[in-house]
Antibody, heavy 123, light 106 residues
């Protein structure tokens, strides 16, 4: 059974940094495309970024609001995905979900999701 | 960036009613469109991918149609557990979501 469990959320000041983790079980993380999707309180969904499988070169891509500030990493030995977040802004406040991606074509749809972890950026 | 516009924002219906949700893309996304259901305090759940394919375990009352710029999610007969927020998502050019349609009990 595929399971994803996020951790690492919390309260951080504007300009600060935080790293989120997503522990995967039931599958091998580097064989799948993975993503981080966030949801600000009471708002809709936004894809933060994604990382391709090792077979597809492991390339990352990010949404414009976080480009240059966020980095997606993968530790194959721990079967864990990370989201490094730097220069945090108040508008980064959201629940952050990790999700697996599927589909042939340019990108993927999100089929399995974790329960999310809340990041609050506030002074 | 491809913008997805969902309508209506809110749909007030009764159990047993048919629900028709719309998603319009600012440019063609071919059939690279998915639908998700989200209940309060929960992660989204994939319902439909590639415009019309049901995800694993999704009941047959959920169906998707469309291609290009206009898409529809239909729930043939609403069950009590179907009252939720629904999002569409395209994967043709990056990854963007619509603003959501809330299906509420009338």
């Amino acid at each position: 059974e595929v399971q994803l469990e996020e951790s690492g959320g919390g309260l951080v000041k504007p300009g600060g940094s935080l790293t989120l983790s997503c522990a995967a079980s039931g599958f091998t993380l580097n064989k799948d495309w993975m993503s981080w999707v966030r949801q600000a309180p009471g708002k809709g969904l936004e894809c933060v970024g994604r990382i391709k499988s090792e077979l597809h070169g492991g390339a990352t891509a990010y949404g414009a609001p976080v480009e240059g500030r966020f980095t997606i990493l993968r530790d194959d030995s721990k079967n864990t995905l990370y989201l490094q977040m730097n220069s945090l802004k108040t508008e980064d406040t959201a629940v952050y979900y990790c999700a697996t991606m599927r589909g042939r074509g340019p990108e993927g749809h999100f089929d399995y999701w974790g329960r999310g972890t809340l990041v609050t950026v506030s002074s | 960036e491809i913008v997805l516009t969902q309508s209506p924002a809110t749909l007030s219906l009764s159990p047993g009613d048919r629900a028709t949700l719309s998603c319009r893309a600012s440019q063609s996304v071919s059939s690279y469109l998915a639908w998700y259901q989200q209940k309060p305090g929960q992660a989204p759940r994939l319902l439909i991918y590639d415009a019309s394919s049901r995800a694993t375990g999704i009941p047959a009352r959920f169906s998707g149609s469309g291609s290009g710029t206009d898409f529809t999610l239909t729930i043939s007969s609403l069950e009590p557990e179907d009252f939720a927020v629904y999002y569409c998502q395209q994967r043709s050019n990056w990854l963007t979501f619509g603003g959501g349609t809330k299906v509420e009990i009338k």
